[in-house]
Each structure stands twice: as structure tokens, then as C-alpha cells.
């Protein structure tokens, strides 16, 4: 028997349900919450602020309503016109700026309902769009954040893109709700992939050019490893069955790696993304959404029966995967010269929040920086953004202009501030169970300090912080990773390594910070004062036997 979920969207007439309807209903800032579980399908969440709630109850008032919508940009990759709409966009109707998302994107918080059409509309006017930022569809496609340091970096990019517009769904709802498009009258809709009940839950997928794993290619639905050869893309390993979300508590729910199950050129992969979400499509379970991810499916079925659909479906076996190797997956921080005489400066983004502070004037300096720059601008899926094709010329002037508004962080950053991501968690999140990016510049001091103390300030460690066990942050293939279980408490997970190729293991369970950092800084010494020569944390920690041998190997290639 299909979940409630699934009567929705088949009862949804190609995701249109009733949001008309709750949008226009000035009695409350809210819709119904089956349309809200259609709304993400439009690329938005309806949410509401947590920090007010019981006070607002108190009251007798309705939650503080409001929306997060997102953009889907895949790559990342943006205009400076883009840009400077979407500041409009933040300034106009969203609560706390921009921030960039851990799939290389941007979403706005705190757009009321009335607004809510309006937003969504101007961000289609900048030439971008919401559809299947959110939703039980092919998301946002992720990919190597510098595209340009190569040719063959540039067409793997320029798939990216092909991916993304050929899996987007097809329905005319979108437009009709939000666009004011024509509504189809006497003519039978169709979404020639996904049908009337899309995908059983969402679908990710990320493209990544070795050694630089920063998209985290092994925890998406369908990972695809860029193989170049003679400084030629050749094609692509295909990778299946990552995902990080979990539930505490329940076994049965549990992060994944992909495994690779082999090669495919070019030409055929639209049709190999394609078929692996239609197997999906029909063999993913619908009556418990918490199983119902593309990992659930090749875990039920076997890989090998999978592997073998997948070929059937296609007409052809996959060839043999291709080597290749990962060295790491953080983001290169500074000046990076390009394939074709232009430069691109990353620069750290703590969280991914942009906005205005004394410490530092995001917005107002991006602001800036767009007004006058020739090149274009992308985000990174660790949260933080590149000036992207600048002119040798104008790099001193780009120069000024980051360090007049404190956005050149990433000179003084410890090495472990610059490999953290956090998630959004609280207030709006509802399913946060504790802070994240709210409590980062909070926990960063008290680990400098204690890093500082044992020498290592300068060894990068991959730091995730989640306010629940979802895992937006991708906490599972941090280093030291800390998931939420309830306010002011966190599981400690630890030994993943430095190249996202292991998932990290559970060390302390339900901890508040001062066993947190009793147990880290026990961890640090020995670390420091037993490593080997450039070894990572995470690799020490299995080497010394304070964590046991991952359970699951990495990697899998089925043949």
C-alpha cells in the first residue's frame, strides 16, 4: 500500500495539489502541509521560526511562518547579473542574506507567504529557476568547483548542466503557479521519466575530477568520476547508492557509500543517469519513506541485480571502470590560474552565510566585486564561493576590494575553520534536533585552542557539524563529526578520511561539549605526539586501533 506521501503526488495532478489556494488564504501564514510536501518540488520549504514558537503558543498566535525557497544552479555557476538579483532578491524579501548550500547552491530564509510568488518569480527572471531544488526528484547537480582549470574541467561542467535540464520534471504546474503560465486545458500532461508519482524520495547526483574529490562524489545517488586522459575527457565512472541520511535509533537507516560499477563515454550518460533513476523509479520502496532512497534499493536487491537492470534497461554492459584517485576533498583556498589565462580566487564562506556584520560585509563587498567584474562567480559545495575567470590584470583590484570588507578569512583561518561545514538547523529547520551553524563559531575557538596546545593549529581536519542525523553537512564523512540528538548534546563521530572515500564511525554517543572536547583533546595528543609523516587524523585514529576497521570497504567495484 503506497505511504500517505505517495497518495499525495498521485493525487497532486502533476504537483499542483491545492498551493493556489493556500496561497491566496489571508487568514493564515501557512498552507496545508500535504500542498507543503508538494511545495518542495517547487524548490521551497515552508517553515517556521523554533526560537519564538512556545512563546508565540503562549500567545495563542500561529507559528511564525515563513518560506525557505532554493535555486537550482547546477555547477554552481552564476553571472554577475545572477549575482546582483539574488542580493535584490535577499534584500527584498528574505531574513538573514544569502547562504550557500552543501550542494552548491543558494537558498533564501524568511520569506512570508505573500512573498513567497514574488521571489520565486524574480529568480526566474535572473534566467534561474526552483524546480527540483527540493522534492522527490533529480536535485541540483553538483560538480567540480573550478570547471575552468582545463578544458576537460569545462566540459564535465557543460554535462553538469546537460543533466540537470534533461532530468528536471516536465510538469506545467510550475509555471502556472508561479509564472503566471497558461493553464493546460484538454490536453493529457505527462512526465516521460518520472510519471505521476516521481521518484519514491529524492535523488542526487555529482560529478567529480580527480585528485579533487570536493563535491564528495561517494555520497550521492549517482556519483560520476570524471576520467581525463592526454588532457581529454574520456568519460565518466558511474558510482551508485550513497546517501548520508539516517535516523537515531533505527538500524535500518544508515549512510552509504557509493559503489563503482563501472565506465561509460560521454555519449552515453544521459542515458545511464536516466535509467538508473527509472529502475529506481520502479524498485524503490513507497510504503516507508525512510527506505525508500536509491541505497535502500541496491542494499534490498543485491548490487549485482541492480547492475544487471541497469544493463538490460540500457541495451549494453557498462565497460570496466577506469583508475583513478582522490587525494582530497576540501576547497583550494586563494589564487588558482585556469587552462586559459584567467584566474579564480576561492574564498571561505564560514557556513555559507552571506551578510552584513562588523567583522566582515559579505553582501555589501560581493555587491561590489560584481559591479565590476568581467568573469563569473560559482559556490562550492563545501559553502564557500570563487571569483571565477578574472584577468591577470584585475586581480589586484579584486584584491582590495575582499580585503576592504574582511572576506579574505582565509589568510588567517585555522586549518581545521577551513575545512568545516555546518548545516542550517536551528531555528528553521524542522528537523534539527540541536544547534549547527549556530553553534560553529561557538565550538572553532575552544578546538583552536586545544589544537594550538598540541601543535597542530595548522594540520587540516575535516570538521561536519548537523543538527540532526539527516545529514545535509554530509557529517558522515567528516573526520570529527558531531550530529544533534538534543539541545546542547551531539553523537561524536570519528575516523573518516581525508579524501571522502570511508565513512566515519561512532565514538561517543550523546555527549555535551565538555565530554566533547575531553574526548578530542585525549585524541589530539596522542595524534600529535604518535603520527606518522603527513598522516590525517582520521587515518591515525584507525592506524592507533582507537577505532575499529570500518565495517563497510569503500569502493566496491562490481564487474
Known sequence: MPSHFEQIKIDSRFLRGGIAAGLADPVTGAISEDDNKLLKFHGSYQQDDRDIRDERRRQKL??????????????????????????????????????????????????????????????????????AACGDVNRNVVCNSNPVESQAHEEAYAWS????????????????????????????????????????????IGLAIPPLNDVDVFAQDLG??????????????????????????????????????????????LALA??????????????????????????RHGLAVFKAELEQRLGYALQPARAFRFDHNGDRYGWVEGHAGYWHLTLQVEAGRLFDTAAHTWLSGMRELASVHTGDIRLTCNQNLIIANVAAAERERIDTIVARHGMDGYRKH????????????????????????????????????????????????????????????????????????APGRYDLRLGADFSGQRLNQLHRENIDEAVLLEALEQLFARYAGERAVGEHFGDFLLRAGILGRPRQIPLKVVA
Open 274 to 299: 536516466e535509467t538508473v533513476i527509472a529502475v529506481q523509479r520502479d524498485w524503490g520502496d513507497r510504503e516507508e519513506r525512510k527506505h525508500a532512497r536509491l541505497k535502500y534499493t541496491i542494499d
Open 224 to 269: 560520476l568520476i570524471a576520467i581525463i586522459e592526454h588532457g581529454r575527457l574520456v568519460g565518466f565512472n558511474a558510482a551508485i547508492g550513497g546517501g548520508m541520511g539516517a535516523s537515531h535509533g533505527d538500524p535500518s537507516t544508515y549512510p552509504r557509500l557509493a559503489d563503482v560499477i563501472g565506465f561509460v563515454p560521454p555519449e552515453q550518460l
Open 414 to 485: 585555522s586549518a581545521i575553520r577551513q575545512h568545516a561545514v555546518a548545516c542550517v538547523a536551528l531555528p528553521t529547520c524542522g528537523l534539527a534536533m540541536a544547534e549547527s551553524e549556530r553553534y560553529l563559531p561557538q565550538l572553532l575557538p575552544k578546538l583552536e585552542a586545544l589544537l594550538d596546545r598540541h601543535g597542530l593549529i595548522d594540520t587540516p581536519i575535516l570538521l561536519r557539524l548537523s543538527g540532526c542525523p539527516n545529514g545535509c553537512s554530509r557529517p558522515y564523512l567528516g573526520e570529527i563529526a558531531l550530529i544533534g540528538r
Open 161 to 204: 548542466v546537460r543533466l540537470s535540464e534533461h532530468l528536471k520534471p516536465k510538469t506545467r504546474a510550475y509555471h502556472e503557479l508561479w509564472l503566471d503560465g497558461e493553464k493546460l486545458v484538454g490536453e493529457e500532461e505527462v512526465e516521460p521519466l518520472y510519471g505521476p508519482t516521481y521518484l519514491p524520495r529524492k535523488f542526487k
Open 62 to 131: 500561529e507559528p511564525a511562518y515563513a518560506f525557505m525557497v532554493r535555486a537550482r544552479l547546477p555547477g554552481g555557476v552564476m553571472t554577475t547579473a545572477q549575482w546582483l538579483a539574488f542580493d535584490r532578491i535577499a534584500t527584498d524579501y528574505a531574513s538573514s542574506g544569502l547562504r550557500i548550500t552543501t550542494r552548491q547552491t543558494f537558498q533564501w530564509h524568511g520569506i512570508i507567504k505573500r512573498d513567497l510568488k514574488p521571489t520565486i518569480a524574480a529568480i526566474n527572471a535572473a534566467l534561474a529557476s526552483t524546480i
